[in-house]
T-cell receptor, first 115, second 117 residues
Framework: AQKVTQAQTEISVVEKEDVTLDCVYETRDTTYYLFWYKQPPSGEWVFLIRRNSFDEQNEISGRYSWNFQKSTSSFNFTITASQVVDSAVYFCALSTTSGTYKYIFGTGTRLKVLA | GAVVSQHPSRVICKSGTSVKIECRSLDFQATTMFWYRQFPKKSLMLMATSNEGSKATYEQGVEKDKFLINHASLTLSTLTVTSAHPEDSSFYIC?????????????FGPGTRLTVL
């Protein structure tokens, strides 16, 4: 079975706080891809990052960082020094060979950053 | 790069009419596009996979005669909601894969909000 779990339904933080969004996935495929997308209140989906299963290197992009750990099947996303503009729903997704590369989405985490 | 557009962004129609939504990859070619539906406060539900030059593949439970998909070129896919009813009101989003880039990555359009009166 393939599954993505985002256990945090909603998180509220005060501006400038750091926040980590959790993503746990399940798959028996050895080759798979993980993604994070952002959906701000305007509704459009914004691609944030792609990671393949053979690359466990963590990535940092500005205030965003991602921690991929195959040992715990997790692909967590951290926003450092959060800003009000970070308020959005964040989705984690998995695609696999056996799933014909269709996306399996988590249920999303709504992040509210308060001024 | 990897920009996907959708038109219209919003549409309101009367029950029984048909509505066409266009999805375009603006700066890349996409042999595969996807059509999703998103309910309020929910994630995306895949409706169908659209393949250029061939018939779309519909997910279980999606009526192919109601949601007509055409993928006539490498940059354009259309979704037509036929004989729309109020229960078809939703946010419809398309995505496309960039064959020349990370082909497994889907880039999403801005979505079309359909309201059926």
């Amino acid at each position: 079975a393939q599954k993505v779990t985002q256990a945090q339904t909603e998180i509220s933080v005060v501006e400038k706080e750091d926040v980590t969004l959790d993503c746990v996935y399940e798959t028996r495929d050895t080759t798979y891809y993980l993604f994070w997308y952002k959906q701000p209140p305007s509704g459009e989906w914004v691609f944030l990052i792609r990671r393949n299963s053979f690359d466990e290197q963590n990535e940092i992009s500005g205030r965003y960082s991602w921690n991929f750990q195959k040992s715990t099947s997790s692909f967590n996303f951290t926003i450092t020094a959060s800003q009000v503009v970070d308020s959005a729903v964040y989705f984690c997704a998995l695609s696999t060979t056996s799933g014909t590369y269709k996306y399996i989405f988590g249920t999303g985490t709504r992040l509210k950053v308060l001024a | 790069g990897a920009v996907v557009s959708q038109h219209p962004s919003r549409v309101i129609c009367k029950s029984g009419t048909s509505v066409k939504i266009e999805c375009r990859s603006l700066d890349f070619q996409a042999t595969t596009m996807f059509w999703y539906r998103q309910f309020p406060k929910k994630s995306l539900m895949l409706m169908a996979t659209s393949n250029e030059g061939s018939k779309a593949t519909y997910e279980q439970g999606v009526e192919k005669d109601k949601f007509l998909i055409n993928h006539a070129s490498l940059t354009l896919s259309t979704l037509t909601v036929t004989s729309a009813h109020p229960e078809d009101s939703s946010f419809y989003i398309c995505s496309a894969r960039d064959l020349a880039g990370d082909w497994d990555t889907q880039y999403f359009g801005p979505g079309t909000r359909l309201t059926v009166l």
